[in-house]
């Protein structure tokens, strides 16, 4: 075979499998569309700089990694808002097919978090004083005897129900900078950069929470992380 028309062959061959591996991947993972910023810088640690990707997600959908199921935990995010407008920080997904999510969602300087198509008994905690153009941080963390508690920039801010989210809570599909409405439907996208996502494996007390909001790490209970 002329050596040539090989290399040719090749290169076509190599093209192809290249397209169909693009297209492949923006269907099967629609995190594909999502677009990064400067990210926010993180605190020294012993006087040394923190090292990150230096990024953060400012538009679009991205799924995190599957986690399986928590009877409780914590997870703590960093965002900054750039308008009133509303949008979903982070979904925890129930199912997909009908859009039914545990749902974090920033509208005019306020959070919500809450499970807002649930029939029998909706339920939404509310938080207030978020600062617009600036980083904030936002900290869920969950136990069955307490339920959820909400927490921004360290401070206590909501408490919800004993057991309001059952015995344990699905990380098998979450998400973060919009809303899942359906089978691959979203809306509702945040209007802002989201940054340093973390989901351990353990609610966390008021103190441990005001350490996390400086800094420091548990790395005995951290499971899942992205600094984007």
């Known amino acids: 075979m002329n050596s040539s028309y090989f290399l040719q062959q090749l290169r076509k061959a190599f093209f192809h499998f290249s397209i169909f591996s693009l297209f492949a991947s923006v269907t099967l993972w629609p995190q594909a569309n999502v677009e ?25 959908y991205y799924r995190g990694s599957p986690m399986g199921e928590l009877s409780g935990w914590t997870l703590s995010l960093w965002f900054e808002a750039i308008s009133d407008k509303k949008g979903d920080l982070l979904g925890i997904v129930r199912n997909e097919n009908n859009g039914e999510a545990y749902r974090l969602t920033y509208e005019s300087g306020s959070l919500s978090f809450g499970d807002p198509k649930q029939k029998k008994r909706p339920w939404k905690l509310v938080v207030k004083g978020v600062r617009k153009g600036q980083w904030n941080h936002v900290v869920i963390s969950y136990g069955q005897a307490t339920g959820p508690t909400i927490y921004l920039n360290a401070e206590k801010m909501a408490q919800g129900g004993r057991g309001q989210m059952g015995y344990a809570t699905q990380f098998d599909n979450y998400h973060f900078g919009a809303a899942v409405l359906g089978k691959g439907k979203y809306g509702d996208y945040f209007d802002g950069k989201i940054d340093d996502f973390e989901l351990y494996n353990r609610p966390f007390d008021e103190e441990e929470i005001k350490r996390l909001n400086k800094g420091e790490s548990y790395p005995g209970s951290l499971i899942a992380w992205n600094d984007f």
């Open 36 to 60: 990064f910023e400067v990210g926010r810088t993180p605190p020294a640690k012993n006087d040394l700089a923190t090292l990150g990707s230096g990024l953060a997600m400012s538009k679009g």
